[in-house]
């Protein structure tokens, strides 16, 4: 089995932040996340059971939220991407 990476870090303005959340979501209710930055690729089949963690922090005026989602690809499945979604 292959490891693939993605990493992706970048300030932006509250709206592009909901508009990559958005896309998160709906990427999620179709079943398949697609990543793309600057030459890096990744794309996971969302299984039907996902854990979700939500950690915040606030420490000397610095605000930190951490959404993590994870989840196991059954060996079944195969990936379908034909139709790629794009977050940018």
């Known amino acids: 089995m292959s490891n693939l ?24 209710q179709k079943g398949c996340i697609n990543l793309k930055s600057n030459g890096e690729e ?3 089949q969302v299984d039907d059971l996902v854990k979700f963690t939500v950690r915040a922090k606030k ?13 196991a690809e059954s060996k079944d499945k195969k ?7 794009i977050i940018s």
């Open 5 to 28: 990476k993605f990493n992706y870090e970048s300030l932006q303005d509250t709206e592009t932040i909901k508009t990559y959340l958005e896309s998160l979501i709906d990427s999620i």
């Open 79 to 85: 990936l379908d991407t034909s139709k790629p979604m």
């Open 59 to 71: 420490k000397d005026g610095l605000n930190k939220l951490n959404i993590k989602l994870s989840w």
């Open 42 to 44: 990744i794309s996971m």
